[in-house]
């Protein structure tokens, strides 16, 4: 039976993960500045990998501003991402600063009791780089294929690059990651939160109706 030779096809990226991104201006201002300092004064604790800051509710009391800024763009990503049928107010809840040495990382994590998790640059070199991993990828290298160039198919990660002012926002499932940056010869620091929800979700006839507050 003679085969045709029609190769069309279509390949279909279904359920994707959304990376939401987008830049601050202007730059952090003076008052922005002191204020990180103060947070950085109140002490810092190493996990080995990086360093955070001992204040993990720095939004509470300081950057009214930079806390705004990051809540608008949260409302944007609920909108648009997570469109909920029901009105519910997402809002954060810890907020700290991580500062990460020449050489140091910040090992691969998710962000427990959080719904949507940010991170902020404020200082950041040309090459550093916010890296995210495949949650399926221990279902996926059951059987262990080698790729002769990566695709958004095959890749078990994706990097992106990080830069000053810049907002990334993610889910908080999603496990991500900082490689050693040998070649940094700087301290990157950056402001990381997470996010939880008010409002009634679920359905009352399915009998998984929860009121949040």
Not at 103 to 128: K, L, R
Not at 164 to 189: C, M, Q, Y
Request: glycine share 4%; charged share 25%; aromatic share 12%.
């Amino acid at each position: 039976m003679e085969i045709g030779n029609n190769l069309e096809h279509t390949i279909y990226n279904i359920f994707p993960c959304p990376i939401y991104r987008t830049k601050r201006e202007p730059a952090l201002l003076p008052k922005e500045e002191k204020e990180i300092k103060e947070i950085f004064d109140k002490g810092i604790y190493s996990n080995m990998y990086n360093s955070s800051t001992e204040d993990t509710y720095i939004f509470n009391s300081k950057l009214k501003n930079l806390k705004h800024f990051c809540e608008e763009h949260i409302k944007l990503y609920v909108n648009k991402i997570i469109s909920p049928k029901n009105e519910l107010e997402f809002y954060i809840t810890q907020s700290w600063l991580n500062i990460t040495k020449p050489g140091e990382c910040h090992h691969n994590h998710t962000h427990p009791n959080s719904i949507i998790s940010g991170a902020f640059y404020i200082a950041t070199e040309e090459t550093d780089e916010i890296t995210f991993s495949d949650p399926n990828f221990r279902v996926k290298e059951i059987l262990m294929l080698e790729q002769k160039e990566y695709n958004i198919w095959n890749s078990g990660t994706c990097s992106f690059s990080v830069n000053n002012n810049e907002l990334v926002l993610f889910p908080s499932w999603l496990h991500h990651g900082v490689d050693a940056n040998e070649k940094a010869t700087t301290n990157r620091i950056s402001l990381a939160f997470n996010t939880f929800v008010r409002g009634k979700i679920g359905d009352k006839k399915l009998l998984t109706e929860l009121t949040l507050k």
